[in-house]
T-cell receptor, first 118, second 115 residues
Framework: ETGVTQTPRHLVMGMTNKKSLKCEQH?????MYWYKQSAKKPLELMFV???????ENNSVPSRFSPECPNSSHLFLHLHTLQPEDSALYLC?????????????????FGPGTRLTVL | AQTVTQSQPEMSVQEAETVTLSCTYD???????LFWYKQPPSRQMILVIR??????QNATENRFSVNFQKAAKSFSLKISDSQLGDAAMYFC????????????FGTGTRLKVLA
């Protein structure tokens, strides 16, 4: 596997279900991101982990819970979602500099998980 | 707050022709990065081109080039010799040079390439 992978690619869940999205990066990067992509709206940054520590949390509802067990893996745990949470969820990774952060990083995106909440 | 505006929801170009996608942004920062990302249908978003604000020279990557006008806060993407594989959503993005991990994205421009 190369680049950034995400599983599952498609997910349909009811509002009472609990599910998890998985992201894995094979690029040796030290920062990982979750984005929400809805039609006709800009990409919304949800969470950022740098060196396995959460560094950004953009007012995301608590029904979304991220987890970063190591620098290669990122999860998004979902519970009690609403229909308006239906969207494409994108994971990305980048390499950020230690001295001056985040350096000239380029984000590499995964293919996304298409989530439908019924 | 920084914002990124892509005023063209959809553009069309004839194969082999040239097209320019517009992007404007608003910031009070002097040091930042600008990006164009491409998202083909059902495929991964990939970086097309990146510009550092401190560089006056416009970035170029093969058939893709930008027109970076810092004073006007404009960052347009020119695609020359358009190919069918260029059909995609194109997103303009901004990020401060330091102190944040946050990228600001525009709403995107859907580019259609006509054979």
């Amino acid at each position: 596997e190369t680049g950034v992978t995400q599983t599952p690619r498609h997910l349909v869940m009811g509002m009472t279900n609990k599910k998890s999205l998985k992201c894995e990066q094979h690029l040796g990067h030290n920062a990982m991101y979750w984005y929400k992509q809805s039609a006709k709206k800009p990409l919304e940054l949800m969470f950022v982990y740098s060196l396995e520590e959460r560094v950004e949390n953009n007012s995301v509802p608590s029904r979304f819970s991220p987890e970063c067990p190591n620098s290669s893996h990122l999860f998004l745990h979902l519970h009690t979602l609403q229909p308006e949470d239906s969207a494409l969820y994108l994971c990305a990774s980048s390499q950020v500099g230690a001295a001056t952060f985040p350096l000239t990083d380029t984000q590499y995106f995964g293919p996304g998980t298409r989530l439908t909440v019924l | 707050a920084q914002t990124v505006t892509q005023s063209q929801p959809e553009m069309s170009v004839q194969e082999a022709e040239t097209v320019t996608l517009s992007c404007t942004y608003d910031t009070s920062e002097s040091d930042y990065y600008l990006f164009w990302y491409k998202q083909p249908p059902s495929r991964q978003m990939i970086l097309v081109i990146r510009q550092e604000a401190y560089k006056q020279q416009n970035a170029t990557e093969n058939r893709f080039s930008v027109n970076f006008q810092k004073a006007a806060k404009s960052f347009s993407l020119k695609i020359s010799d358009s190919q069918l594989g260029d059909a995609a959503m194109y997103f303009c993005a901004y990020r401060r040079a330091s102190g944040t991990y946050k990228y600001i994205f525009g709403t995107g421009t859907r580019l259609k390439v006509l054979a």
